[in-house]
C-alpha cells in the first residue's frame, strides 16, 4: 500500500479544523442558552462576537479543500470526504448563526417578564446540542448507525418544538405582558429547531461519506433496537 | 451479419443514422507464448459511448484492446481464448477475416504515426488505396470529411500537399484518427492516444473523443486515471495478481467508478493508494 503522504496530512489538517469548528458551534449554542437562562447580556453579546471566527475558520477550511482538490485531485473516499466537509462546514456555520440569534434574542429579552423554566426551551437546547454532538462523533468513527440514530432524534425535537410553541402561545393569551418576551422566545425555539434540522443534515452528510449515497429523510433504515432513540 | 469480405461493403454503406455498434467480451484470454497474460475477461462495450480501461502497467489493459481487433495475434506466439462480439458475432469465429475485422475496428495508437513520406492528404486516405482505387472526388471528399471528423480540417486545409510529419504532435494524432476514420470503422480502439502529447492537445483529443462518440463506439486504454474519468461513460478496473496475470476487477458507470467504487482494490487503485 502506498501511504499518500501529503494528501493524507491536508486531510488531517482539514478534519481537525472542521472538529475544532464543531465544538466551538456547540459551544455557542450552550453559551447562547447559559446567558438566555440566567440574563447575562455580556455573555450574550461574546457568542455574537465570536462568531466572526467560526465564519472565518469555515472560509479557512474551505481554503484548504479548494487546495486539497487543485492539487492532490481526491478521488473516491477522499473527494467524498472533501465533498463531506464542505458540506458539514456550510451547516455548522449555520448553527452558529442561530446560536448568534439566540444571543440577539436575549439581548432583546433584557428585563422583559419571562415564563416559568422558559417554558421548556433548555431541554429543547440540551436535545439538539447532543445531536450536533453525536453527529460530529458519527463523522470521526464514521459510524453510519449513529448517524441514522441522529437522524431519527429529529423527530422528538420536532415534536418538543411543537409542544414549546403551544406551551408559549398559552403564555401569550393569559397574560397580554408576555406577548412580546413570548414571541422572542418562540424564535428561540425556531432557531434551536433549526439547529436541529441541520444537526440532522450534518448525520446524512456522515452516511454519504461511508456510503457514497445520499439517504433521504425517509428511506433511512428502521429502528435497530440497540441504537434507538 | 458475417465479417467475411463481400459483408463488409454492405456494412460500411449503411448510413450512419443506423450506426450504433457495440461488442461484448466473454471470456477471454490472452497469452504470449506458453504465458498467459490476460484471464477471463467478460464486459459489455455499448455503442456510441466510451469505455476506458484502466489500470497499473503490465495489469493487462493492451492486451484486452488488441484483442478486440485481432491485433493481438500479430505478435509472434501471441494468441487469444474466448469470445469478442461484435453486434452479436464473434470476431474470432471460424471464416472471419482479420484485416476485415481491423477495418470495422480501427485503432489509433499511442505515437502518432503518420507515414512520414506521405502529404496529408494521402495519409488519410492511405488505408482506403490499400483496399482499391478511388476517383480522386471520391477521395477529396472522404479526405474533407476525415479531417474535419478529426477537428483538423481547419488547421490543415491549406497545406493538404505538406508533409504529415511536418505538423505539430497533436495534429499528427488527430491525422491518425482521420486515417482511421476515412476506412469507416464502426468501433474506434484508442491505445494510450494522449499520452505522448502536451496539455493543450491532450486536451483537444479529448474533445474530440467527446464528438466521436456520437458517430462511434469508442474503447481507450489509458493509464492517466483523470483522462479516464473526464472521458469515459463507462470504466473497467483490471490488475494483474501474483501470478502476474491480468484480470477484471471492476467494471461500471465512470461517475460512481471514481465517487464509489465498489471493490476495496479499485478504490485503492484510484485513490492513489495502489502499491
Redesign the interface.
Known amino acids: 500500500?502506498?501511504?499518500?503522504s501529503s494528501?493524507e496530512r491536508q486531510l488531517r489538517e482539514t478534519r481537525a479544523s472542521l472538529l475544532e469548528m464543531g465544538s466551538l458551534a456547540e459551544r455557542a449554542i450552550s453559551r447562547a442558552m447559559q446567558a438566555l437562562a440566567v440574563g447575562d447580556l455580556a455573555l450574550a453579546q461574546s457568542v455574537i462576537d465570536d462568531d466572526q471566527g467560526i465564519n472565518r475558520l469555515r472560509y479557512q477550511i474551505e481554503g484548504q479543500c479548494d487546495v486539497l482538490i487543485a492539487t492532490q485531485?481526491?478521488?473516491?473516499?477522499?473527494?467524498?470526504e472533501v465533498v463531506t466537509t464542505l458540506s458539514l462546514v456550510s451547516e455548522l456555520e449555520r448553527i452558529a448563526d442561530h446560536a448568534k440569534g439566540i444571543a440577539r434574542l436575549t439581548l432583546r429579552l433584557d428585563r422583559l417578564p419571562r415564563p416559568t423554566d422558559l417554558a421548556g426551551l433548555p431541554t429543547l437546547a440540551d436535545e439538539v446540542r447532543q445531536s450536533v454532538r453525536r453527529a460530529l462523533d458519527a463523522y470521526v468513527t464514521r459510524d453510519t448507525e449513529l448517524a441514522y440514530a441522529v437522524v431519527r432524534q429529529d423527530d422528538a425535537i420536532d415534536h418538543r418544538y411543537q409542544a414549546i410553541f403551544e406551551a408559549l402561545i398559552q403564555f401569550m393569551a393569559a397574560d397580554p405582558a408576555m406577548l412580546t418576551p413570548a414571541t422572542y422566545l418562540l424564535w428561540v425555539a425556531h432557531n434551536l429547531e433549526r439547529i436541529g434540522d441541520r444537526a440532522t443534515n450534518l448525520a446524512e452528510r456522515v452516511v454519504f461519506l461511508v456510503?457514497?449515497?445520499l439517504m433521504e429523510r425517509e428511506s433511512q433504515p428502521a429502528a435497530n433496537p440497540s441504537t434507538a432513540v | 451479419m458475417s465479417l467475411a469480405k463481400p459483408m463488409v461493403a454492405e456494412r460500411l454503406e449503411r448510413p450512419v443514422s443506423s450506426r450504433g455498434h457495440s461488442m461484448q467480451i466473454r471470456g477471454l484470454s490472452a497469452y504470449y507464448g506458453a504465458k498467459k497474460a490476460v484471464d477471463g475477461i467478460t464486459m459489455d462495450i455499448p455503442a456510441n459511448h466510451i469505455t476506458a480501461l484502466i489500470g497499473p502497467s503490465g495489469c493487462g489493459k493492451s492486451t484486452v484492446i488488441r484483442c478486440l481487433n485481432r491485433m493481438h495475434e500479430v505478435v509472434r506466439g501471441a494468441r487469444a481464448e474466448g469470445e469478442v462480439l461484435l453486434d452479436g458475432e464473434n470476431i474470432y469465429g471460424p471464416g472471419i477475416d482479420p484485416v476485415q475485422v481491423r477495418r470495422l475496428i480501427g485503432m489509433v495508437f499511442q505515437k502518432p504515426n503518420p507515414f512520414p513520406m506521405m502529404s496529408v492528404y494521402d495519409n488519410v486516405i492511405a488505408g482506403l488505396k490499400l483496399n482499391g482505387r478511388l476517383d480522386k472526388r471520391e477521395a477529396d471528399a472522404i479526405v474533407e470529411r476525415s479531417l474535419r471528423q478529426a477537428a483538423l480540417w481547419d488547421e490543415v486545409k491549406d497545406k493538404l500537399q505538406a508533409s504529415g510529419a511536418a505538423l505539430s504532435g497533436g495534429q499528427q494524432q488527430r491525422l491518425c484518427i482521420a486515417r482511421t476514420l476515412a476506412v469507416e470503422p464502426e468501433v474506434i480502439l484508442m491505445d494510450e492516444p494522449a499520452s505522448a502529447l502536451d496539455p493543450i492537445s491532450t486536451l483537444k483529443i479529448e474533445d474530440l473523443m467527446q464528438e466521436l462518440r456520437e458517430r462511434y463506439t469508442i474503447v481507450v486504454v489509458t493509464h492517466n486515471m483523470q483522462q479516464a474519468a473526464r472521458v469515459s461513460d463507462f470504466t473497467a478496473f483490471m490488475l494483474a495478481g501474483d501470478d502476474r496475470v491480468g484480470r477484471l476487477v471492476e467494471v461500471g458507470p465512470t461517475d460512481e467508478m471514481f465517487t464509489r467504487p465498489t471493490e476495496k482494490r479499485t478504490e485503492d487503485y484510484i485513490t492513489g493508494r495502489f502499491g
Open positions: 500500500m502506498i501511504r499518500r494528501l485531485q481526491p478521488m473516491a473516499g477522499d473527494l467524498r456510503t457514497g449515497k
